[in-house]
């Protein structure tokens, strides 16, 4: 039913923005970590795996200003580690909840053009710290949150499946036709579902028992907000007792809908497809 469908939305929203930072002062837990890997369109990259980052070089320096190797893979802070298989498309949005800094991306450029990585950490008000990295074509980059001296440091080792909660989300014109059983993660090149993404305009909210976050996903002023973009991939960090997620599609774009598929590991907890307002739920 819509209404009921706005409750739960409104409900969730209600909460948003209020992270908890915890009593330590080095505690630096932020709002949200993102990144959003831009380049041509359908350009393709990679999450590089453990034992395939020997190329990689960290976005650090050393004193003789030189780039250093990484050690690092896949999406990383230190609490949890993220592996995604499979080749991307740009433009695309990570976006992590509920996790603390140092953090790294290490990514692979599959193709000819550079591809430019925007890296943020929720801090707003005022304003989300924007750092922009490049990436050169067919070659690896560690785009961290640290410098050279902590290259070495121990990060989290791979998340367990069982603990993994991740949200895709993707958008479409009114006239598309999705197979049946379509998730948004079998659009190519992840998958074998040659249709293109409409790169919807949303807002998104998640969160559980305890804390909610509210991802505009990119606030260079304080006066420019700049919404969320499918196709994304959101994860949150340890939720407590249960998992809501609300994706709120921006005005304007009546000739699209969109579908939030929710997972636990590799197992579709819930999913919904809608020109509206798309959410999810689960106890755990």
């Known amino acids: 039913m819509p209404y009921i ?23 630096e837990r932020p709002i949200e970590l993102l990144y959003f890997v831009q ?6 990259f990679e999450v590089v795996g453990p034992g395939d980052n020997g190329d990689c070089l960290a976005q650090s320096r050393s004193v003789e200003g030189q780039l250093v190797q ?44 550079p591809l430019t990585v925007l890296q943020m950490r929720g801090l707003a ?15 690896c980059r560690s ?11 121990r990060m989290a080792v791979p998340t367990d499946p069982a603990d993994e909660f991740r949200v895709e ?14 998730r948004c993660q079998d659009l190519s090149p992840r998958g074998p579902v040659e249709i293109t993404d409409r790169g919807v305009l949303f807002l998104g909210s998640i969160g559980d028992f305890t804390a909610s976050f509210l991802t505009r ?34 005005g304007g774009q009546l000739d699209s809908f969109m579908q939030l598929d929710l997972y636990r590991g590799d197992e579709l907890l819930d999913s919904d497809r809608d020109s509206n307002d798309v959410v999810a739920n689960e106890d755990i």
Not at 11 to 19: P, S
Not at 169 to 178: D, S
């Open 70 to 113: 990484s050690n690092g893979f896949g999406f990383q802070s230190r609490d949890a580690t993220h592996l995604l298989p499979g080749v991307f498309k740009a433009p695309h949005y990570f976006v992590f909840e509920n996790e603390r800094q140092p953090t790294r991306a290490v990514l692979r450029n599959l193709s000819s053009s």
């Open 169 to 182: 989300v993707c958008g479409f014109t009114p006239e598309t036709t999705l197979p049946q059983g379509f």
């Open 217 to 250: 996903c990119l606030q260079l002023e304080q006066q420019e907000q700049v919404a969320c973009l499918t196709p994304a991939t959101f994860y949150m960090f340890d939720p407590q007792d249960q998992i809501s997620v609300a994706m709120t599609r921006l």
């Open 125 to 139: 008000p005022p304003a989300t710290t924007v750092e922009t990295r490049v990436i050169p074509p067919g070659e």
């Open 5 to 27: 469908r706005t409750i739960r939305v409104l409900v969730l929203l209600a909460a948003v923005g209020f992270a908890a930072c915890g009593d330590d002062p080095d505690d």
């Open 39 to 44: 380049g041509p369109t359908g350009a393709q």
């Open 143 to 153: 785009v961290s949150t640290f410098d050279d001296d902590d290259e070495g440091t």
